[in-house]
C-alpha cells in the first residue's frame, strides 16, 4: 500500500494535481514501511533458528541451511464447545503427569512410615516348641515290656505322642527414650505431612489455572470477534471512500488516510488472533492436553518411530 501511494503521489505530481513537497512524504512511507519489513523477516528467522534447535538433537548443515515454510494457519473455530469446569478439572487431573508423579511420591512415603514407626512399638516375642520321643529298646535285664522293641515300636510311639515335649517362652521388649528412631518417624510424618500439603496445593493451583485460562480463552474469543468486525468496518470505509475518490469527492490523503487505518485492523486482528491461539495453547497445557491435541504419541517418542503419517494440510 505505501508503494502504491509512491507511485499514486508521483503520477499526481506529474499531472499537477499535487506540488512535489508531498513526495518525501510518501518516500518516508515507503522507508519506514521497508524498515518494519526488514524488522519482521529477522523474526522470522530467529523463530526458525529456535524451532530448529527444539527439533534436532545433532548439528546438520541442511537443516541450518534449509527454510522452514510455515502450512498451518492460525484458525478460530466457530464454537469452544469447551465442557463444564468440573469436567475440565477432573481431565486435568487425570491426564497430568504431575498430578501422577505426585500420588506416587505420596505412595513412597506411606509405604515408608511404617519402616520408621515399627521400632518405637513394643516388641513382643511368643517361642513354643512341642515334640516327640521314642523310649523303646533292647537290655540285659527284665524291662517293662511297653519299653522292648525295635525302631519300629519306637516309631509307632512317636506317632501315638506316648511320650511328648512341650516347651513354650514369652518376651517383651518395650523400648523406652529411644530418641533416634522418634526422630526418624518425625521427620516421616513432617515430610508426608508436607506432601500431601503440596498435592492439595497443587490441585487447588489447577483449578484456579483452569478456570483462568477459561476465562483468557473466551476474552481472547471476543477480543478477536471485536477486531475482526473493526476490519471489516475499514474495508467498507475505504471501498466507499474509493468510490468517492473515483466521483472526485474524495482526495487522496483520505484514501490515505483510510488505507492506514485499515492497515492498523488488519494488524490489530493479527494480534487478537495470536492471543486467542496463545490462549488455547495455555489451555490444553493446563489440561495435559498438548501432546493429544497435536497427534504426538508418547510411545512413539519412546521406540523412536513415528506409526502416523505426516500430510500437508
Not at 524451532?51 to 546438520?60: G, Q, S, Y
Not at 519300629?152 to 518395650?174: V, W, Y
Request: proline residues 5%; charged residues 25%.
Amino acid at each position: 500500500m505505501a508503494r502504491k501511494f509512491l507511485d499514486d503521489t508521483h503520477t499526481e505530481i506529474a499531472a499537477g494535481a499535487l506540488p512535489r513537497v508531498e513526495l518525501p512524504t510518501a518516500e518516508g512511507e515507503v522507508a519506514g514501511r521497508e524498515h518494519d519489513l526488514a524488522i519482521a523477516r529477522q523474526n522470522v528467522l530467529q523463530k526458525e533458528s529456535v524451532l530448529k534447535d527444539a527439533i534436532t538433537r545433532t548439528p546438520d548443515p541442511e537443516i541450518e541451511s534449509a527454510e522452514i515454510v510455515t502450512l498451518d494457519r492460525l484458525e478460530v473455530p466457530e464454537k469452544d464447545d469447551l465442557p463444564p469446569l468440573r469436567e475440565l478439572v477432573a481431565s486435568a487431573l487425570k491426564k497430568r503427569p504431575d498430578v501422577a508423579v505426585s500420588q506416587f511420591r505420596l505412595q513412597t512415603q506411606a509405604m515408608a512410615l511404617p519402616g520408621t514407626e515399627n521400632p518405637l512399638l513394643p516388641n513382643l516375642i511368643l517361642q513354643a516348641q512341642t515334640y516327640n520321643r521314642g523310649a523303646s529298646g533292647t537290655a540285659q535285664f527284665q524291662p517293662n515290656p511297653y519299653f522292648v522293641g525295635g525302631y519300629g515300636t519306637a516309631l509307632k510311639q512317636i506317632f501315638q505322642r506316648d511320650f511328648p515335649n512341650e516347651a513354650a517362652s514369652l518376651g517383651l521388649s518395650i523400648p523406652l527414650r529411644n530418641r533416634q528412631p522418634q526422630g526418624d518417624y518425625g521427620i516421616d510424618q513432617l515430610q508426608f505431612r508436607q506432601a500431601q500439603v503440596s498435592a492439595q496445593r497443587n490441585k487447588d493451583q489447577i483449578v484456579v489455572d483452569v478456570s483462568n485460562q477459561v476465562s483468557a480463552l473466551r476474552q481472547s474469543r471476543a477480543k478477536y470477534q471485536a477486531a475482526r468486525e473493526t476490519r471489516e468496518l475499514n474495508e467498507k470505509v475505504l471501498a466507499d471512500e474509493r468510490k468517492k475518490f473515483s466521483y472526485g469527492i474524495a482526495t487522496f490523503n483520505d484514501i490515505k488516510v483510510d488505507q492506514r487505518t485499515l492497515v492498523t485492523a488488519q494488524l490489530a486482528e493479527l494480534a487478537a488472533l495470536s492471543a486467542y491461539t496463545h490462549a488455547r495453547v495455555s489451555l490444553d497445557q493446563v489440561l495435559g492436553e498438548s501432546l493429544e491435541k497435536n497427534n504426538i504419541s508418547f510411545e512413539d517418542g519412546l521406540s523412536g518411530r513415528v506409526s502416523t503419517e505426516s500430510r500437508l494440510p
